[in-house]
Nanobody
Framework: QVQLVESGGGLVQAGGSLRLSCAAS????????LGWFRQAPGKEREFVGA????????YYADSVKGRFTISRDNAKNTVYLQMDSLKPEDTAVYYC???????????WGQGTQVTVSS
């Protein structure tokens, strides 16, 4: 069973940076895509970005492109979301999710709160 545990959230001023981590366990992730999503109060969950475990191809939402970077550490089975130039509108609970490539995300972490103050 896939388990995902996020960490690294917190409070940061606008313009600052945070790095979120997602520790993945339970199986080999070579055929998986690991994604990041976020949900702000009163809003629907939205896609932030994703990385193919095999090959490392990354994908980003337009709203974060150029500011956020996703990477992975195969040895640690961990995916990272580096967030730079943060804006108050980035405030949300951030979730890590896993999907077999070509299928829906079906494993989710518990989420970590990111708050960006103006």
């Amino acid at each position: 069973q896939v388990q995902l545990v996020e960490s690294g959230g917190g409070l940061v001023q606008a313009g600052g940076s945070l790095r979120l981590s997602c520790a993945a366990s339970g199986r080999s992730f070579s055929s998986y895509i690991l994604g990041w999503f976020r949900q702000a109060p009163g809003k629907e969950r939205e896609f932030v970005g994703a990385i193919r475990w095999s090959g490392g191809n990354t994908y980003y939402a337009d709203s974060v492109k150029g500011r956020f970077t996703i990477s992975r550490d195969n040895a640690k089975n961990t995916v990272y979301l580096q967030m730079d130039s943060l804006k108050p509108e980035d405030t949300a609970v951030y979730y890590c999710a896993a999907a077999v490539a070509g299928y829906e995300y079906d494993a989710w972490g518990q989420g970590t709160q990111v708050t960006v103050s103006s």
